[in-house]
């Protein structure tokens, strides 16, 4: 299922022509962090899934466009630290709504 980040205003969205969904990276992030935090989302046993937690760890929420009167809330990965493990599980919890058809989110 091909999935796109953007920065769209709208929190998903089909591009029939390109044949695949854009998503406002933000917003999804904001939206699988909230389901984590209401424990809608499990996980396998701590011991195990430890070492892949850290990679949340390493996202950052930031502030940009300040210097053009333009503020915007981002995530940003810290530059020397990896972050796959958060988007790995994004994609599966994304990829399971989609098919699931919930496709409502939480406005950022």
């Known amino acids: ?6 920065d769209q205003a709208a ?4 591009d029939e022509k390109a044949r695949r969904f854009t998503v406002n990276r933000t917003n999804i ?3 699988f962090i909230g389901d984590i935090k209401k424990m809608h989302i499990r996980t ?3 011991e195990e899934f430890e070492p892949y937690a ?6 950052r929420e930031d502030t940009i466009g300040e210097d053009r009167g333009i503020s915007k809330r981002v995530w ?3 530059p020397s630290a990896p972050d796959d ?3 790995s599980m994004l994609y599966g919890w994304l990829a399971c709504r989609i098919l699931c058809g919930y496709t409502e989110f939480t406005a950022a």
């Open 54 to 59: 850290r990679d949340f760890l390493n996202v």
């Open 76 to 78: 940003r990965r810290i």
């Open 44 to 46: 396998f046993d701590w």
């Open 29 to 31: 992030i904001d939206n």
């Open 11 to 14: 929190p998903i969205r089909w």
């Open 1 to 6: 299922m091909p999935i796109m980040y953007t």
């Open 85 to 87: 493990s958060l988007h």
